[in-house]
């Protein structure tokens, strides 16, 4: 059975202070950059058979994956579809924000200068359609943004799910493809 594997990036500086990062290009603390080299030996650890890792471009995304591919030898290349969605007037606002997480449950706005969720699934759901269709096990290295749209392509969910469903820091899940 084929398998793809999602992994969000380890902490950033605004994980930390709580604010919402989108598409802003913020660093890894030392806590991530630990949190990515833990990630990286538990893969060369176990028995995922990954055979290629992609990341998006976003500094917090390449980082995590860069640090995994040089643990495990797995080679990874940046795919911008992968990149976080951009939440417009709400990046940099606080993850928790009353208007952001009503924003959240209208999958068609844009955040006033952002991207809907509607299109960010397009870009996503095309991307996972090229890679269910060859024989490579991928890990994905992206965004807890990134992790709705994936586990909603796998998994059905309601619009309250979706929009609640979260991942931790360098957390890594299993999706299997059923041929």
């Known amino acids: 059975m084929k398998k793809i594997y999602f992994t969000r990036h380890g902490q950033t500086f605004w994980n930390v202070e709580n604010k919402i990062c989108g598409v802003t290009d913020i660093g890894l603390t030392p806590t991530g950059h630990e949190q990515a080299k833990q990630l990286g030996e538990l893969i060369k650890q176990g028995n995922y058979g990954i055979d290629e890792i992609l990341y998006s471009p976003l500094i917090r995304a390449k980082d995590t994956a860069i640090k995994i591919s040089e643990m495990t030898g797995i080679p990874a290349r940046e795919e911008p579809r992968l990149t976080e969605q951009c939440f417009g007037k709400f990046e ?24 809907s969720m509607l299109k960010l699934a397009h870009r996503v759901y095309g991307l996972l359609d090229e890679l269910i269709t060859d024989d490579k096990v991928y890990l994905l290295v992206a965004h807890n943004g990134i992790s709705r749209v994936i586990k909603s392509y796998f998994c059905d969910m309601t619009n309250e799910e979706y929009a609640h469903f979260g991942m931790k820091n360098c957390e890594i899940i299993e999706f299997e493809i059923n041929s």
Not at 92 to 115: C, L, P, Q, V, W
């Open 92 to 115: 940099g606002t606080a993850r928790n924000g009353e208007e952001f997480m009503t924003a959240k449950g209208h999958f068609i706005d844009s955040y006033e200068g952002g991207e």
